[in-house]
């Protein structure tokens, strides 16, 4: 029952921000530039979210976000270059960037720790050079994308990633994830297949990526592979961490967060990173495990509870 008075609310929830914020863009109460930032902060949610579940409950960390976004992308933008609907070009950047999050995961996460760390930061940089050197996507130049994601798109997709990454969560497949995360020998031992679900979160993680990278790429004109570099994924890491590993909630938060900072910091060009790198050393100086630690934020009220990471091995 609580599950369910959970879901109906988080629905109304839903609801309301998005007429809201509909309707401030339809009254001009909103101008481009911040219902564009909306959308901005929408696509960096999808991101967090799809990289919370690979490594704050999986626990296998993967430096290679930027490369499913890279592929899904690309993915949809040739599908809406060859004049295909835009919810399908949508869909198939996320299936290409699932399997390429198969293709990946396979061999890759037999490793653990730093080794698949090296892993995926190396799969990121190949994805990043092969689309480097394919003239048919503009090469290091760059290709053209319509501009088709709107407020109502970005919103259908963070709405479906939300439910699907929660319900998984708490279903007996991300139990079987946290245990992986909390001790992977244990769970081996309990007669868990460590490998078939690793890779599972990872193949989830990568096609809402991908999704991502579509919104992403539909919403800025132009992609090239230069956006979609290291330093992207470790955008992404970062809002991860900072929220906290193992709450979806904070992910969420610290998405918002980092990417209001970021947004209101291009201002100030000449001291951006040194602005945003004080931001990110006082937060972790003073929420050391991250804005929500382990909780989520349904924890701070009775009443309905939500999808809970669970507590890290010791914590």
């Known amino acids: 029952m609580k599950k369910i008075n959970g879901f109906w609310a988080f629905l109304a929830l839903s609801v309301v921000v998005y007429a809201v914020v509909q309707l401030l863009i339809g009254t001009g109460m909103l101008n481009p530039y911040y219902s564009n930032t909306l959308i901005f902060i929408v696509i960096n949610i999808i991101l967090a979210v799809s990289l919370h ?18 592929v899904g992308a690309y993915v949809s933008a040739i599908f809406t270059k060859l004049d295909l609907p835009f919810p399908v070009a949508l869909a198939a950047g996320g299936v ?11 061999p890759s996460l037999r490793l653990k720790g730093d080794y698949l760390a090296i892993a995926t930061l190396g799969f990121g940089e190949i994805i990043r050079i092969v689309f480097n050197n394919i003239d048919y996507v503009g090469g290091a130049a760059g290709m053209q994308v319509p ?11 963070l709405f479906i990633t939300l439910i699907v990454i929660m319900n998984f969560t708490n279903s007996t497949h991300g139990r079987a994830c946290i245990s992986i995360r909390e001790n992977e020998i244990a769970a081996d031992a ?30 800025f004109y132009i ?47 000449e001291t951006r990173m040194i602005i945003y790198s004080v931001v990110l050393i006082i937060v ?22 939500g999808a809970k990471g669970g507590r890290l091995h010791g914590k």
């Open 53 to 70: 579940l690979v490594i704050g409950i999986t626990g296998q960390f993967s430096i290679g976000h930027a490369g499913f976004l890279a």
């Open 96 to 106: 290409v960037a699932a399997l390429a999050g198969l293709l990946v995961g396979i």
């Open 147 to 157: 501009h088709l994601t709107s407020w109502t798109s970005a919103f259908i997709c």
């Open 190 to 219: 309990m007669g868990i297949h460590t490998t078939y679900y690793k890779v599972a979160a990872f193949a989830i993680g990568a096609f809402f990526a991908g999704v991502g990278g579509g919104l992403y790429a539909h919403n």
């Open 223 to 269: 992609i090239q592979p230069t956006n979609f570099g290291f330093l992207k994924s470790f955008d992404i890491l970062i809002f991860v961490v900072l929220g906290g590993l193992g709450s979806l909630s904070g992910a969420v938060i610290a998405a918002i967060f980092m990417t209001i900072v970021s947004t209101y910091l291009q201002g100030y060009p």
């Open 284 to 305: 972790m100086l003073y929420r050391p495990k991250g804005l929500m630690g382990t909780n989520e934020i349904t924890s701070y009220f009775s009443k309905w509870t």
